[in-house]
């Protein structure tokens, strides 16, 4: 099994940043992706970025590409979501998110049913 647990939500106001911290535990995989999910109140959940195991490719949405940053730090176990020039509508509960068989298809890495092992979600609430 893989536990994951997010940090770093928070109340920020529009224009602000935020970085949020998912770290991992439990069962290796040699070739994974991370992502992070997101879902405000009353809307399907989205997809915002996403990390291959080697750190070496990473996928945006186009709502966040150019402010928000996504990376890891292989020592720690630990991937990062910097969020800047935040907007009212990115409030939503962030979720990280494992798939232990990385397919380099954006299709597929952008997909939620590929991901097998969840946080539990952390608030991020931007004010106008």
């Known amino acids: 099994q893989v536990q994951l647990v997010e940090s770093g939500g928070g109340l920020v106001q529009a224009g602000g940043s935020l970085r949020l911290g998912c770290t991992a535990s439990?069962?290796?995989?040699?070739?994974?992706?991370m992502g992070w999910f997101r879902q405000a109140p009353g809307k399907e959940r989205e997809f915002v970025a996403a990390?291959?195991?080697?750190?070496?490719?990473?996928y945006y949405a186009d709502s966040v590409k150019d402010r928000f940053t996504i990376s890891k730090d292989n020592a720690k176990n630990t991937v990062y979501l910097q969020m800047n020039s935040l907007k009212p509508e990115d409030t939503a509960v962030y979720s990280c998110?494992?798939?232990?068989?990385?397919?380099?298809?954006?299709?597929?890495?952008?997909?939620?049913?590929?991901?097998?092992?969840w946080g539990q979600g952390t608030q991020v609430t931007v004010s106008s």
């Open positions: 998110a494992l798939d232990g068989e990385y397919v380099p298809l954006r299709t597929l890495v952008t997909a939620a049913r590929r991901y097998d092992y």
């Open positions: 439990g069962r290796t995989f040699s070739r994974y992706v």
């Open positions: 990390i291959s195991w080697s750190g070496g490719t990473t």
